[in-house]
């Protein structure tokens, strides 16, 4: 049976991702989510973390390491595809964090295992983007990526238990292991010629990259396009896009992910609706999200599922806001599983417009800098239980959400470029624009040369000439020559 040509497109476009680079790197971006679980379940459910900033440690190491590997790039001038040696440093740290696990030294334990998980998420969510081609395939395949880093969030959440630290110190030690073993067989593989994970599927940036001009400044790219006509110049709106767009995305992901107001209100309607205590709904519906985002970003474009679900989830926080009860929590159970639902489908946006959206030379920098945010909003909102009156709580942080969320929503419609090359979204955002060509005159009047329309179709001869350019000719014959003359005469 013959597949539809959508369904064997994105069939295709699954095949592709299928070598062991591409699954390794998605292992690990699974593993830096399960290190993140581990620490949510502590903090949110457990409250022994409240007073410390374990987090923001990952985020200064993440920011050290990305400044550092901006100045290699700058100094090499290409990329060297340096991410599984910087995943394999993480997996390291994440290592000696299950170990400190095992010896009940959570505190020392945290650190590491912070620093692991956030060198892991940079590195990864980087490959990922550079292993995309050119038709457009990008924003589904960081939100496969983030999805599977939210399933390890969501996975160590339920399966971890901060009172058995030794137990979860095991099956830590057991995944950083087994990828650690897994990262050293990929260089094996690479290094005997079996695979090549040093290269992009991008043709065009693979060859920018060889020639060591994929970092060249923008004065030297635009001097390649001066006197073309086919090439127009405006003004950079790179910086704009990326620090206007990047914030209020990034902001918007993760204001309310983690808010303890939202998750002890789902916890308790939960009790009241199911009659039992699931505390990992919240993070398994924004993992169910972010899955089911991916999906839609193999057919939708990112411009028209941030709209669609940006406004869902705006009308679903005010429905929230109208049927909330102190006494009665279980009327608010559907709404917020489709909350966290829609904010999973959302969640990939930030990610995808920081990778793609920011100067080559400066990428891991610019999702080192999301990344730090989104772990100050996840810190600071832990002190939101310090608020005496749950629904004067609730209002304020589902204001802050709705702002955002109004924000965002025509700041993407307005500067998010469309998904294609790397090459190609740096040069529209650079200014640097494809004039609009006069399109092909494919009709009857512009294709023929002979026109006879006195005469039946079955006396025309047809004549391809192109893909859509059809030439129609009357055979000239000699009775056709006298009845010509004929009716000259008249």
Not at 204 to 217: A, H, I, S
Request: with cysteine; charged share 15%.
């Amino acid at each position: 049976m013959r597949l539809p040509s959508m369904v064997a497109n994105v069939w295709k476009r699954f095949i592709a991702m299928l070598s062991l680079p591409d699954l390794l790197v998605l292992g690990c971006l699974w593993a830096s989510g399960f290190s993140l679980g581990y620490y949510a379940k502590s903090a949110y459910v457990y409250d022994n973390l409240w007073p410390h900033w374990y987090a923001l440690v990952g985020g200064l190491v993440a920011l050290a390491l990305t400044l550092g590997w901006t100045l290699r790039k700058h100094k090499k001038q290409q990329y060297s595809y340096d991410h599984y040696y910087i995943i394999f440093y993480g997996l390291l740290c994440s290592l000696m964090g299950s170990c400190f696990m095992l010896t009940r030294q959570l505190a020392v334990s945290y650190y590491f295992s912070f620093v692991g998980l956030s060198v892991q998420y940079l590195a990864g969510f980087s490959y990922v983007s550079l292993r995309c081609d050119a038709s457009g395939s990008r924003p589904s395949r960081i939100a496969l990526a983030n999805s599977l880093y939210a399933g390890g969030i969501a996975t160590g959440f339920v399966l971890f238990n901060e009172m058995e630290p030794q137990r979860s110190g095991l099956i830590a030690l057991g995944i950083n292991l087994l990828l650690l073993c897994l990262v050293c067989l990929n260089e094996l593989l690479h290094h005997t010629g079996c695979i090549n994970y040093k290269e992009s599927r991008d043709l065009v940036f693979n060859l920018l990259n060889e020639e060591k001009m994929v970092f060249l400044p923008r004065q030297a790219i635009l001097a390649q396009f001066v006197d073309r006509t086919d090439y127009q110049l405006k003004d950079s709106r790179q910086w704009l896009v990326l620090i206007l767009g990047g914030s209020l995305v990034c902001l918007q992901k993760s204001c309310l992910l983690f808010s303890p107001t939202y998750m002890q209100l789902t916890w308790s309607s939960t009790m009241g609706y199911l009659h039992q205590t699931h505390l990992y709904i919240p993070l398994v519906l924004y993992s169910v999200g972010t899955s089911f985002g991916a999906l839609l970003l193999m057919r939708y474009t990112p411009k028209l599922v941030y709209l669609l679900f940006g406004l869902i989830q705006m009308t679903l926080i005010v429905a929230l806001l109208c049927i909330y009860s102190d006494e009665q929590s279980e009327h608010c159970f559907l709404f917020l599983c489709l909350i966290y639902i829609t904010m999973g489908v959302l969640s990939s946006q930030g990610i995808h417009w920081l990778l793609e959206c920011s100067p080559f030379l400066h990428t891991e920098l610019a999702l080192a800098t999301g990344f730090v945010l989104q772990l100050c909003v996840i810190e600071g909102s832990k002190y939101e239980s310090y608020a005496t009156d749950t629904w004067i709580a609730l209002i304020i942080v589902s204001v802050i959400t709705l702002v955002l969320t109004a924000l965002a929503i025509p700041v993407v419609q307005w500067l998010q470029p469309h998904s294609a090359s790397l090459v190609d979204v740096r040069n529209r955002l650079l200014g640097i624009r494809r004039r609009s060509l006069p399109p092909e005159q494919t009709q009857f009047w512009h294709t023929n040369h002979f026109l006879a329309h006195n005469k039946p179709a079955n006396q025309l001869e047809s004549v391809q000439l192109g893909k859509s350019r059809v030439f129609q000719q009357y055979p000239i014959s000699g009775s056709d020559i006298a009845e010509n003359h004929k009716g000259d005469k008249f």
